[in-house]
């Protein structure tokens, strides 16, 4: 089974744009997670989708947004980017969230802001 | 707020030496406390434990849970140069299904 897949696995972005990452979960995983990783705070919950619903949302501002796709597929989408957004942006699925089951993650999309 | 605090943060062993990586938890709703390993890349799963006093093993690894005084250890026998990683802890919840909060991490590192 393939893993979890995320693009791209770089960017680099300049203050004021917007950018959009994409993340393919494991066949038949329809939960996905977003994170934000840095240095400083760790790994911080974004938000989670299930069946083309956000089911959950971590606290970060209205700049930080996703969508889910019929195929499981989720997007999410920063805008007006600011220096503090450069982290490592993980995503994880799991088969219904992680209630019961571990989640899965992809190695992640590292984004710079210049 | 819910917390989950990691300790130490960081610790240097040589290999064949016995860690344990310590994880307490505030959090309302707890369902479960997870571990995951992080080398370069994307974390990997360890284990999930939702029983208290229930231990899991895998190999060199093992991992308890006490629901009573909130805390999890993880225990690493014989280590190897292969286990220096970032230790991850997190917490699932009950109705909150998709997130976890997540430890600050232990930087583990096995000098040969």
């Known amino acids: 089974k393939a893993g979890v897949t995320q693009t791209p696995r770089y960017l680099i972005k300049t203050r004021g744009q917007q950018v959009t990452l994409s993340c393919s979960p494991i066949s038949g995983h329809r939960s996905v997670s977003w994170y934000q990783q840095t240095p400083g705070q760790g790994l911080q919950f974004l938000f989670e989708y299930f069946s083309e619903t956000q089911r959950n949302k971590g606290n970060f501002p209205g700049r930080f947004s996703g969508r889910q796709f019929s195929n499981s597929r989720s997007e999410m989408n920063v805008s007006t980017l600011e220096l503090g957004d450069s982290a490592l942006y993980l995503c994880?699925?799991?088969?219904?969230?992680?209630?019961?089951?571990?989640?899965?993650f992809g190695d992640g999309t590292r984004l710079s802001i210049l | 707020e819910d917390k989950v605090v990691q300790s130490p943060l960081s610790l240097v062993v040589h290999e064949g030496d016995t860690v344990t990586l310590n994880c307490s938890y505030e959090v309302t709703n707890f369902r479960s406390l997870l571990w995951y390993k992080q080398e370069k890349k994307a974390p990997t799963f360890l284990f999930m434990l939702?029983?208290?006093?229930i231990e899991k093993k895998s190999g060199r690894l093992s991992s308890i849970l006490d629901k009573k005084e909130l805390f999890s250890i993880l225990n690493i026998t014989a280590t190897q140069t292969g286990d220096s990683a970032v230790y991850l802890c997190?917490?699932?919840?009950?109705?909150?299904?998709?997130?976890?909060?997540f430890g600050d991490g232990t930087t583990l590192t096995v000098k040969p």
């Open positions: 939702t029983s208290s006093g």
């Open positions: 997190a917490v699932g919840y009950n109705t909150n299904a998709g997130k976890s909060t």
């Open positions: 994880a699925s799991s088969l219904e969230g992680a209630i019961n089951q571990p989640q899965h």
